[in-house]
């Protein structure tokens, strides 16, 4: 019997079927790698958090970054030991991202900086609080470097004065900065705020960098109003270069603890503090409040006066009247305390 002779086409099919699906898996596989995954209307920016949770951050992909085919995130994430892999930070997902660009994002820690702003803080447990809200780093990890009198000292300020360290402005800083970073960041911020131009002007003062802050820290708790502060810094001034006591209301308050007392009677002015600027001369030993830049250049740039009182506006506007002299002074307060005794403000 003639054998029946196999077609050559069959072999020659076969390969061409092979070739066929490995350019689909190959095409496919490039297609899900650099192919538009992420189409969110802005740039979007995701979290990774300390616990490091692959399924959420998914859901937040999926949910908020608009992920087309988020199986096709997870499988490559999966092929490229992403899950186990994961860095903390904050990360931008921009409109047309590809599953590859995000992971290599993600995987090198390429991140997108913050922008924190603090200002019109008292203390630095205000201060940890509020910049604890902004970054990853805890209050709490702030405060045990705050509140330790050597890491303080490391820095060259006590625990009293290591408000004066930070200076309220808007800064590009990691999310997940850690507490100490964030701390000697704020240093370095610190000393290029006292250039030499400054450091000049508290010298031509009398005044170290330190004590221009706790000035600054009375003139900013005296009153509401900027305006007011070089008037209020050159009469404080005038003060501590004639070698009499501040006599500075808000020192008081400070060191009964309430910052709300309305009315400041003689029984306050004999507490014993050294911020009691009424029972001692010269400034006190750290600052009342963490300083803005506008109180800090009010002190550098104070207006030249000769106004050595000061007493609130019978009005209630939070404005002050200023005198040179005592009997002058006797005559605002006057005018004062008799607008406290008629609206009975004790």
């Not at 988020?70 to 490229?80: G, P, R, T």
């Not at 045990?144 to 625990?159: E, K, N, Q, V, W």
């Not at 009375?218 to 810094?233: F, G, K, L, N, Q």
Request: hydrophobic share 40%.
């Amino acid at each position: 019997m003639n054998k029946i002779k196999k077609s050559g086409k069959r072999p020659v099919l076969y390969i061409l079927t092979v070739l066929l699906a490995v350019f689909f898996v190959v095409f496919t596989g490039a297609y899900l790698l650099v192919a538009p995954n992420f189409v969110p209307e802005k740039t979007y920016y995701i979290y990774v958090y300390p616990d490091r949770n692959f399924d959420r951050l998914c859901r937040e992909l999926e949910d908020s970054a608009h992920c087309r085919r988020i199986l096709s995130f997870i499988k490559i994430a999966e092929y490229l030991k992403y899950p186990d892999n994961m860095k903390t930070g904050r990360y931008a997902v921009t409109p047309g991202m590809s599953n590859i660009d995000l992971l290599k994002t993600l995987r090198r820690g390429t991140q997108e900086p913050v922008r924190i702003t603090f200002n019109n803080i008292r203390t630095v447990e205000d201060l940890a609080e509020r910049l604890s809200a902004q970054l990853m780093v805890s209050s709490e990890d702030l405060m045990a470097l705050l509140g330790d009198p050597d890491y303080c000292s490391s820095m060259g300020f006590t625990r009293q004065t290591v408000p004066s360290m930070f200076i309220p402005n808007t800064y590009e800083i990691y999310w997940n900065v850690s507490a100490e970073n964030l701390l000697q960041r704020m240093m370095r911020e610190y000393a290029a705020f006292w250039t030499d131009t400054r450091m000049l002007q508290a010298q031509k003062i009398g005044l170290s960098p330190l004590q221009v802050s706790i000035l600054a820290s009375i003139v900013e708790e005296e009153s509401a109003a900027a305006d007011e502060y070089p008037i209020i810094a050159g009469l404080y001034i005038n003060r501590l270069h004639r070698g009499m006591p501040l006599q500075a209301d808000p020192t008081v308050k400070f060191a009964l603890g309430d910052v709300t007392l309305q009315r400041i009677l003689n029984e306050h002015l004999t507490v014993d503090s050294p911020y009691n600027t009424y029972l001692h001369t010269g400034l006190p030993p750290g600052p009342l409040r963490i300083p803005s830049i506008t109180g800090l250049e009010a002190v550098l740039n104070y207006r030249k006066h000769n106004f050595l009182y000061m007493c609130a506006k019978e009005d209630f506007s939070g404005r002050h009247s200023f005198a040179a002299t005592l009997a002058e002074h006797n005559r605002n307060a006057d005018r004062y305390r008799s607008e406290l005794n008629r609206k009975g403000i004790w």
